[in-house]
């Protein structure tokens, strides 16, 4: 497992120069990858970035979520074309991965019908299949309600994916959102199985990891019967632009550090996935303390043994 972060960690804007300052601040922490958001394509310099990337030597992924005005269903061309270029920029990164709410414009509210996810289906083929041509995977995360009413649970979009019926495409989760609209982590997880290959660290509040109601040891459990070999992706919005606050309804500003971020997530995931018998992402530093801080150790939902007696994974 490698374990990375959102550049809107430390950046609130989409184009060249925050997205090469959140590189060589990810590189400061000794973080494995960051993770740059495509919104805008044309803004992207891929040659400007692939070259901080190389100097830092870090790796890349890439997300996005689709723009109102190339919305699915309501745009299939515009979807296809918008996403087509982002599959272009993050090859052209390196990066293998283009994944994120690829299926929907945030703020959609329509109920989705059988003729909308048929669409979305369609669409995701072709740019499935342009993907594989240049080595990149497609992810698709589903999230909250409040964010699009499309596809807001694993199992819902675990059914996307097998109608888009493409080898390279896989399912990303986040925990923020599960934890509004899943029944339980583990539940969700186990479903996933080996379709699981990116996951979002994000805590309840978009905060510290360990410190809201995620299930962090529910998490971590049920990714080691999975056998999880994905990359971890930490997210927090803690400088979001005006568009990406309202996009995402974050209304109050966090007063922490993205350091104070990294080192908790990165604290809590040593220590977790050594504990579930994952491998955990190598720190520059070892970890201090032997475990996750106290406020963390406080707020671990511990799994039940009788919960884990009587599940299965799915295959």
Known sequence: MRLGAHAFLWV???????????????????????????????????ARISSALRKHGLGCTCSLVLPPEAALPENPRGAMAFLLQAVDVAASLGSPIVTGVVYSALGTTTPPTPQTLETVATVLKHVAQA???????????????????????????????????????????????????????????????????????SESHRGEPGTGTVGWEEVFAALAEVGFDGDLALEAFLAPSAALAQATR????????????????????????????????APPTPPQGGGPPAEARARIRPVQPERRAHTTPHR
């Open 250 to 281: 974050i209304w109050t500003p966090h007063p922490i550090e993205p350091r104070a971020v990294v080192r908790a997530g990165r604290t809590l995931v040593q220590w977790l996935a050594k504990a579930h018998g994952l491998p955990p992402p």
């Open 12 to 46: 609130g804007e989409a184009s060249t120069e925050p997205i090469v300052y959140a590189v060589g601040q990810a590189a400061d922490e000794g973080l494995e990858f960051v993770e740059i958001p495509i919104l805008r394509p044309k803004e992207i310099h891929p």
């Open 131 to 201: 993907a594989a041509a240049r080595g990149v995977r497609i992810g698709v995360e589903p999230v909250n309600r409040y964010e699009t009413s499309l596809v807001n649970t694993a199992e819902q979009a675990l059914k996307l994916i097998t109608a888009i019926q493409e080898p390279n495409v896989f399912l990303h989760l986040d925990t923020y959102h599960m934890n509004i609209e899943e029944r339980g982590f583990r539940q969700a997880i186990l479903r996933a199985g080996k379709q699981l290959q990116y996951l979002h660290l």
